[in-house]
């Protein structure tokens, strides 16, 4: 450490020998920052010193040295000398009395980093070298200054009506630009800002009072601004949350009832149909068995005459053969045998299809109503309407899941992975005959209706693909361009290729970066739909701005062999 000491001209006498306080009175200058510790920038506290020359606190060097046992050497945190083995630290007591008495005659610690201004910070305009941060703007001087720089502000009476403000990067902006001047003043007439200059220039004759004046208007104007806000009274807000929250606690419950009830209704039929199907099992085999042994004893009767017979058959006597023969009856057909019937293997398939029609009437009045119910709750939603998300995770809140409804696949398109992936098929698939099913274009709808906001994700590989909205009374039957997504009116498609996108029947590409997961966003009653390119970052493709009169269904539509799109699951 090198000790930087300034003796007077009037003395040689050492500042250790000086009284106390003497030092300051004598003229001696010491830089202070050699007084300081190079790791907690604080003036020395029992101060140790390294066979280097370097001295730092007891507990900062400690520390240090404590993170660095693993190692087998131990090194100086300045000029890193290393030092085998880890020396014995021993206070430096002459340094130590130094500091003291220099604490004593006001010798301060050196700045932390944190008080030097950064590139964010208001340097202090006084300060030569590194400038430390400034407290306060002078807007009279205008000049910032720092904690030292600022103290005749507040001692002087000449300072006493200058106008401290916050540190300001913006003093320029107080400065006319035509006169160099301070703008005190304020022209009503321009709606701008002027110096003293200004008044008798070209603002002369117009409405001017001073800033500070103008300030007081515009501050009254304000004021009587927020009264108006508090004139919406925030209780009143507060108990529409509660009557929501009330509201929407009844509705889960009494909607968590009915659908118990529901679901012990489907379990009472479940049980019922089980009950017919295996009383009419009993019944069958019951018969069946009875047919069993009816016949087993007729077949026991014929094989006991059959024997009769074989041994007739062997008497040699011929009269015997004649007397015997009249004695025993003819074999017949056994009577069992007609009355048996071979029911075919599918004999219940029929109850089977019965179910299942239950089940696709009980899926379609389901999905209608779901589409009432969500347009009963976006109602309440609608209340509180928020702008459309800004990231992937805010999207991701209003995540719906997607799935396919068989009955509206084209016959070339494969489902598969529960109904959320389409892949187009060289051969027709064996789908039943269904009106809602699209026969000239290679196209199928969600069977989830879309309405409120809700977003979902579609990841695909291929030459080209559509993702779409549609409404679900869209052409299936009548011209392939009539129900070509996107190219009617009841329809919005983005035409998705290896490197453009395309939106409805635009022929100018959209930008966007490259990219095979699309994100698509809808707020149906703002009339909003947008389409995003997603990756690390999503990125805006297109928006459409519409009023949608329908619910809407989520589309896909393959171009060619073997491509694919699949609803991704981000619930």
């Known amino acids: 450490?090198?000790?930087?000491?300034?003796?007077?001209?009037?003395?040689?006498?050492?500042?250790?020998?000086?009284?106390?306080?003497?030092?300051?009175?004598?003229?001696?200058?010491?830089?202070?920052?050699?007084?300081?510790?190079?790791?907690?920038?604080?003036?020395?506290?029992?101060?140790?010193?390294?066979?280097?020359?370097?001295?730092?606190?007891?507990?900062?060097?400690?520390?240090?040295?404590?993170?660095?046992?693993?190692?087998?050497?131990?090194?100086?945190?300045?000029?890193?000398?290393?030092?085998?083995?880890?020396?014995?630290?021993?206070?430096?007591?002459?340094?130590?009395?130094?500091?003291?008495?220099?604490?004593?005659?006001?010798?301060?610690?050196?700045?932390?980093?944190?008080?030097?201004?950064?590139?964010?910070?208001?340097?202090?305009?006084?300060?030569?070298?590194?400038?430390?941060?400034?407290?306060?703007?002078?807007?009279?001087?205008?000049?910032?200054?720092?904690?030292?720089?600022?103290?005749?502000?507040?001692?002087?009476?000449?300072?006493?009506?200058?106008?401290?403000?916050?540190?300001?990067?913006?003093?320029?902006?107080?400065?006319?630009?035509?006169?160099?001047?301070?703008?005190?003043?304020?022209?009503?007439?321009?709606?701008?800002?002027?110096?003293?200059?200004?008044?008798?220039?070209?603002?002369?004759?117009?409405?001017?009072?001073?800033?500070?004046?103008?300030?007081?208007?515009?501050?009254?104007?304000?004021?009587?601004?927020?009264g108006n806000v508090h004139v919406f009274d925030v209780k009143l807000l507060q108990q529409e949350v509660e009557a929501i929250n009330q509201s929407a606690d009844k509705t889960v419950e009494g909607s968590e009832k009915l659908f118990t009830e529901l679901i012990r209704l489907l379990q009472k039929r479940s049980r019922d149909v089980k009950q017919e199907v295996r009383s009419q099992q009993e019944f069958e085999v019951s018969r069946i068995k009875e047919l069993q042994e009816k016949l087993e004893q007729e077949i026991a009767e014929l094989k006991r005459k059959d024997a009769e017979l074989e041994q007739l058959s062997h008497t040699e006597d011929h009269n015997e053969f004649l007397h015997n023969y009249s004695s025993v009856s003819p074999v017949s057909e056994p009577t069992g045998s007609s009355s048996i019937h071979i029911r075919p293997i599918t004999y219940f398939q029929d109850v089977t299809a019965a179910v299942s029609e239950v089940r696709d009437k009980l899926q379609q009045v389901l999905s209608e109503e779901r589409t009432k119910i969500l347009a009963s709750v976006n109602e309440v939603d609608d209340l509180l309407s928020q702008p459309e998300p800004k990231t992937r995770a805010g999207f991701l809140r209003y995540s719906q899941e997607i799935t396919l409804d068989p009955n509206t696949a084209h016959r070339q398109l494969l489902l598969s992975d529960g109904n959320r992936k389409a892949t187009r098929m060289n051969q027709n698939q064996s789908y039943s005959d269904h009106p809602e099913r699209f026969s000239q274009r290679c196209q199928v709808l969600s069977g989830e209706s879309l309405t409120g906001r809700c977003y979902f994700e579609v990841e695909w590989r291929g030459r080209g693909v559509y993702v779409a909205v549609a409404y679900k009374n869209i052409n299936r039957k009548e011209g392939w361009k009539k129900m070509r997504f996107g190219h009617n009116d009841k329809s919005w498609a983005l035409h998705c290729y290896q490197n453009r996108f395309l939106f409805n029947n635009i022929k100018t590409p959209v930008s966007g970066p490259p990219s095979s997961r699309v994100g698509v966003y809808l707020d149906h009653s703002a009339g909003t739909l947008s389409f995003y390119s997603v990756s690390e970052t999503m990125t805006l493709l297109h928006r459409v701005q519409t009023r949608f009169t329908q619910p809407l269904h989520a589309g896909l539509c393959l171009h060619n062999i073997h491509d694919t799109a699949e609803f991704r699951n981000l619930i």
């Not at 409405?207 to 208007?217: F, H, K, M, Q, Y």
Request: glycine share 4%; aromatic share 6%.
């Open 1 to 226: 450490m090198i000790f930087k000491l300034q003796l007077s001209k009037k003395t040689s006498q050492s500042p250790l020998l000086l009284p106390r306080g003497e030092m300051a009175q004598k003229g001696v200058q010491l830089d202070r920052e050699a007084f300081c510790c190079s790791i907690c920038l604080d003036l020395l506290k029992d101060p140790v010193g390294l066979n280097c020359g370097h001295s730092y606190c007891m507990s900062c060097i400690e520390t240090h040295w404590n993170k660095e046992d693993e190692k087998e050497t131990y090194s100086c945190p300045q000029c890193r000398q290393a030092f085998t083995p880890r020396p014995v630290l021993v206070k430096n007591t002459m340094l130590a009395a130094l500091v003291e008495e220099l604490k004593k005659t006001g010798l301060q610690a050196a700045p932390a980093d944190h008080c030097y201004a950064g590139p964010e910070d208001v340097a202090c305009d006084v300060c030569t070298g590194r400038k430390l941060k400034a407290v306060k703007t002078c807007l009279f001087c205008l000049v910032s200054y720092c904690e030292k720089h600022l103290q005749p502000h507040y001692d002087a009476a000449t300072f006493k009506k200058h106008k401290l403000v916050n540190p300001s990067k913006k003093l320029q902006e107080n400065i006319c630009s035509r006169h160099n001047e301070l703008m005190k003043m304020f022209c009503r007439t321009d709606q701008q800002s002027i110096c003293d200059i200004c008044t008798v220039d070209e603002h002369k004759g117009h409405d001017i009072v001073s800033a500070a004046a103008e300030r007081t208007e515009r501050q009254r104007e304000l004021e009587e601004s927020r």
